[in-house]
């Protein structure tokens, strides 16, 4: 038999007792060795200085009632047994030090008596198994002796709670993630990261990831995530920056009063009130114009804002997302968007992965396209098994770019589906899909022969550029790659003004006009690999 060691708090209220009376009123410490069927054969009683008296009385009745029972006073001094991060502290302390001996000893923290912060400390720190036992609760019952209850947070009923909260992290998770179970390790952690915070933070979220990675559906996720946790009342307002040109761009973000401008016939709310106490989604935030940032910025810290033509502070309590696919460390280095704007959503920042980052997940992707084309036509869509293998094999080889990421994926299989006889997609509808999405992907890099710029920026930054801008710089490179060094390609580049000028500055020129679209010199070092060019 083990020895039984009871460890407890003296209860400076419960415990008290003096004169004759206290044998007639319950104290819980007492009863912890007054037990028929319980015998403790040593009671660590931890104690304030304050309650020494208290003590004496108890360590004497103790003695009489139970006298195989060796009483341990311990001094533990609390400034305030009311403060959590304190008492856990001094009860962690005592937990690390004492010397507990589980193989010959069994322990039993009473928690009856103390604070109610002391007595979550006890049960936290069982729980965590830094107190190796179990918890004893006594209760006072018509027997002035009263009961005890021995709780061992091990016992599968307790962890059936755990259980269930770890199934609820999995459902949240999965919500997340559409239901679609994803393989992929980097996605994955990314997706469990972004439960944790959506649930504990109100702060803004910043989504990155190339176009079709799924950053709208997320933040809508989020957003129904938090709805159903009752972590939020108000609605999901998405807007996209690329969308709000001019003038109406401040007043559709931020509201006007009625006759502000010419056409304002009415009030308008914004779309900033219109989020109070939900979320704001801005996608492509990147596109959204100086003055509009610096609104936002305001509106996010103080959360307040002032609506055109008006002259005084509205307020709007909301969560920003923030989804782009620019680099928009980039943009803050060109002078296009503000510096503390983006540090400010940048707090909590998560790239989603392209389609081609994720190879494990195109399978279970394609069957949730399938499922999702059958419930939107009612027509249940399957491959053929050669096909599926054709598709599969094509989706998962080097040829397939998947440059609008889901959003290509959804299209094949849309096209497949409906172009698909009695919903059975076959060899002949895969072979035609293939063309089709290769075409597709072709037909983006081909334009203009934009061969380098294509490689140095991301599709949807050259879309935003005037050709003319596009055919130069392609130029410019063409010339960069054969030369080993700024000042090189420079002297090359500006041979006939160099000759001008006073000092010589190619090397800055050349450098400065790259910065403006981002590019620098390692860039185009990078490429040089690729070109395969004789190099000055
Ligand atoms: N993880 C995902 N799995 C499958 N489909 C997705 C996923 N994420 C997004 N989609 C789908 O892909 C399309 C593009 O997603 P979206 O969120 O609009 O991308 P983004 O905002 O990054 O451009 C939508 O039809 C969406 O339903
Ligand atoms: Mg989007």
Not at 217 to 234: P, S, T
Not at 326 to 334: I, T
Request: aromatic share 10%; proline share 4%; with cysteine.
């Amino acid at each position: 038999m083990k020895k039984k060691v009871a460890i407890g708090l003296l209860g400076s209220t419960l415990d008290k007792g003096f004169g004759n009376k206290r044998w007639e009123r319950w104290r819980p410490s007492v009863s912890v060795c007054q037990q028929p069927d319980l015998l403790i054969n040593r009671f660590e009683l931890l104690y304030q200085s304050r309650s020494e008296k208290i003590m004496q009385v108890l360590v004497d009745d103790i003695q009489q009632i139970s006298p195989q029972t060796q009483i341990i006073p311990q001094a533990m001094q609390f400034e305030n047994p009311w403060d959590f991060e304190e008492v856990y502290e001094k009860l962690y302390q005592f937990a690390i030090t004492y010397p507990f001996k589980p193989e010959e000893e069994d322990y039993l923290f009473h928690i009856t008596t103390g604070t109610h912060v002391a007595q979550i400390c006890f049960f936290l720190l069982t729980e965590s198994h830094h107190f190796p036992g179990r918890l004893l609760q006594t209760s006072p019952a018509k027997d002035i002796c009263g009961t005890y209850t021995i709780i061992d947070l091990d016992l599968s009923c307790y962890d059936r709670i755990a259980a269930r909260f770890r199934q609820e992290l999995k459902n949240d998770i999965s919500f997340l993630k559409s239901g679609i179970d994803t393989a992929n390790p980097q996605f994955n952690l990314l997706i469990e990261q972004i439960e944790k915070v959506a649930l504990k933070t109100t702060e803004p979220i910043l989504l990155t990831g190339p176009t079709g990675a799924g950053k709208s559906l997320l933040a809508n996720r989020i957003y129904q995530l938090k709805k159903q946790k009752q972590l939020l009342e108000g609605n999901f307002i998405e807007v996209n920056c690329a969308t709000l040109k001019g003038d109406q761009a401040m007043s559709s973000l931020f509201g006007h009063k009625k006759g502000a401008f010419t056409g304002a016939v009415s009030e308008r709310p914004g779309l900033l009130r219109s989020a109070h106490q939900g979320i704001l989604f801005l996608d492509e935030i990147g596109e959204l114009k100086l003055d509009e940032q610096a609104m936002l910025l305001r509106a996010i810290e103080e959360k307040r804002f002032m609506p055109l033509g008006s002259d005084s502070d509205v307020s709007s309590d909301f969560q920003l997302i923030c989804g782009t696919n620019r680099d928009l460390g980039k943009k803050v280095q060109r002078g296009e968007f503000r510096e503390d704007l983006f540090a400010r959503i940048n707090l909590w920042h998560f790239d989603l992965p392209g389609l081609k980052e994720r190879p494990q997940d195109i399978e279970p992707n394609i069957r949730y396209e399938l499922k999702k084309y059958e419930e939107k036509t009612g027509i249940h869509l399957s491959f053929n098994q050669e096909a599926w293998q054709d598709f599969l094999n094509f989706a998962l080889s080097p040829q397939a770019f998947w440059k609008a990421n889901f959003r290509d994926l959804n299209a094949a299989v849309t096209r497949m589906g409906t172009l698909a006889n009695g919903g059975r997609i076959t060899k002949t509808d895969v072979a035609e899909e293939k063309k089709r999405l290769l075409l597709s992907w072709q037909e983006k890099s081909d334009q203009h022969g934009l061969k380098l710029l294509q490689q140095i920026l991301p599709e949807d930054e050259i879309v935003q550029l005037d050709l003319f801008d596009q055919l130069t710089l392609e130029q410019i490179l063409q010339v960069c790659v054969h030369y080993s060094s700024l000042s090189k390609a420079g002297r090359k580049l500006f041979s006939i003004s160099r000759s001008r000028k006073k000092s010589i500055n190619d090397a800055d020129r050349l450098k400065k006009y790259l910065e403006k679209y981002g590019i620098t010199w390692d860039d185009i070092l990078l490429l040089k690999g690729v070109a395969g060019t004789h190099i000055f």
